[in-house]
């Protein structure tokens, strides 16, 4: 999953910051355009957050860990 470019980057101004809060399961991400796997990517387990910023908000990609899908939560500042 990535996130979402029309709600982080609204007529094109990208956001400096993101916060992304794993809710419930864990996943793994990536920041350099490349796409995680449930292997290869930072882990992050469920009740920890993430923060990304400048241009590798737009690069972040995130996947489920596990068999069970995973929850997360972002927010973006600018």
């Given at each position: 999953?990535?996130?979402?470019?029309?709600?982080?980057?609204?007529?094109?101004?990208?956001?400096?910051?993101?916060?992304?809060?794993?809710?419930?399961q864990?996943?793994?991400?990536?920041?350099?355009?490349?796409?995680p796997?449930?292997?290869?990517?930072?882990?992050?387990?469920?009740?920890?957050?993430?923060?990304?910023?400048?241009?590798?908000?737009?690069?972040?990609?995130?996947?489920?860990?596990?068999?069970?899908?995973?929850?997360?939560?972002?927010?973006?500042?600018?």
């Open positions: 999953m990535k996130l979402t470019h029309t709600i982080y980057a609204p007529a094109g101004s990208a956001p400096t910051l993101a916060v992304i809060n794993v809710e419930s864990a996943i793994r991400y990536r920041v350099d355009g490349a796409a796997t449930a292997t290869v990517g930072h882990p992050v387990i469920a009740g920890d957050a993430i923060t990304v910023c400048g241009p590798a908000v737009g690069n972040l990609s995130m996947i489920r860990r596990d068999a069970v899908d995973a929850t997360a939560s972002a927010s973006y500042y600018r």
